[in-house]
């Protein structure tokens, strides 16, 4: 969010809206937002089958 305030620099209402939208859009997921997101989706999984789930999941998944 930081980096993207800064390259909106002077842009005002509008126009500041959509970069701003269109930059954040642009940002890696963090680590934390992908555990979480493959967490809940695993809530009912147990032993191997979560192990191999999550595994695969924050590997290539991103946050809904």
Do not use: H, I, Y
Not at 10 to 32: I, Y
Not at 46 to 59: E, I, N, P, Q, Y
């Amino acid at each position: 969010m930081a980096q993207c305030n800064q390259e909106a620099g002077a842009r005002k209402g509008d126009e500041r809206k959509a970069f701003m939208s269109a930059c954040l859009k642009k940002q890696p997921v963090s680590q934390q937002d992908r555990m979480k997101a493959c967490n809940a989706q695993a809530k009912d999984m147990k032993g191997d089958a979560r192990k191999a789930f999550m595994s695969d999941c924050l590997k290539t998944r991103q946050p809904a």
